[in-house]
């Protein structure tokens, strides 16, 4: 009980910023949006999910929050699907790792970057939320980790898992569903929305780099997944990587001045892209504090 508490008061805290509400797990309900023939985006609380089913078995991407697991479950029988046979973590970060315990209670190979595995047993203290993340129950850790690529050859499919250096954390995986053009970008990309940005490890010029190596991958056609936020397309991912990159541009030459973060944050750097931006679960100030952090971390 103590745990699933825990959970919830991150999932208050990830899904809102600085604003508090409860996070009542019994309201949330699984929704499902076919992306291509047999593979569904899954949308409850946390970071979007991407299920594939097919006659070789259920290939889930994240499980989002312990709570929610039965739900996810009862949403991937809905498809038509099994238990699923394969979890892939796009990330450490509990509102997608939360359901591995109960997902390899029902059979499912977690499958990991090596960083995924090592930050999950590990206590990861995020200045922004106020907190530090307690390390994972041995259970829910990944039973199967790479360092570079992997792939998955099930349902008449390639997908291709890339790890990419250094972006939202420090164990970042996209996934690529060959045949069917789908690609899931874990953190990579909050699409439309100001990002969480992981504070121990991660950098914009990694997000930046990651959102080009995802437009090498894709076309106009692919249908892209993103860690939170609808379904979108190449333009989207376009407009992603530019807004970084200008605030990767605003805010190196305060942080390389010796500006504090307080002073950064006063000065408020990041208005001209509010409106457009800052509608999500980080305000101005949160965001502003979260860039600077990931610009330090790549400065050291
Ligand atoms: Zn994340």
Redesign the pocket.
């Known amino acids: 009980m103590q745990r699933v508490a825990l959970f919830g008061l991150i999932a208050l805290l990830v899904l809102t910023g600085s604003q508090v509400v409860a996070q009542d797990y019994d309201a949330v309900e699984i929704t499902s949006v076919e992306v291509a023939e047999g593979i569904w985006m899954l949308e409850g609380a946390g970071?979007n999910l991407g299920v594939m089913i097919g006659e070789d078995g259920t290939f889930l991407i994240d499980d989002q929050y312990a709570p929610l697991s039965e739900k996810i479950l009862a949403a991937i029988t809905g498809l038509g699907g099994e238990a699923p046979r394969f979890v892939l973590n796009t990330?450490y970060?509990g509102?997608?790792t939360g359901g591995n315990e109960n997902m390899g209670e029902v059979g499912a190979l977690i499958v990991a970057h090596d960083n995924v595995r090592a930050r999950m047993q590990i206590e990861n203290p995020s200045e922004v939320f106020g907190l530090t993340f307690p390390p994972s129950p041995e259970a829910a850790l990944p039973v199967l980790t790479f360092s570079e690529t992997t792939t998955f050859h099930i349902n008449g499919d390639e997908v291709h898992v890339f790890h990419v250096r250094d972006a939202?954390?420090d164990g970042d995986a996209l996934i690529w569903f060959k045949r069917a053009d789908v690609l899931h970008t874990g953190?990579i990309v909050f699409n439309g929305i100001y990002p969480?940005i992981d504070e121990g490890s991660g950098t914009i010029a990694g997000l930046v780099a990651a959102c080009g190596d995802i437009l090498a991958i894709i076309d106009g056609d692919t249908a892209i997944i993103p860690?939170h936020g609808p379904l979108a397309d190449r333009d989207d991912v376009i407009a992603y990587r530019n807004f970084l990159q200008s605030v990767h541009d605003v805010i190196m030459p305060m942080v390389r001045d010796g500006m504090t973060t307080d002073e950064i944050v006063d000065a408020n750097p990041l208005q001209p892209w509010d409106e457009t931006w800052g509608q999500g679960f980080l305000d101005t100030e949160a965001f502003t504090r979260v860039a600077v952090t990931a610009i330090r971390n790549e400065l050291e």
């Open positions: 970071g990330h970060h509102d997608h939202h954390t953190d969480y860690g």
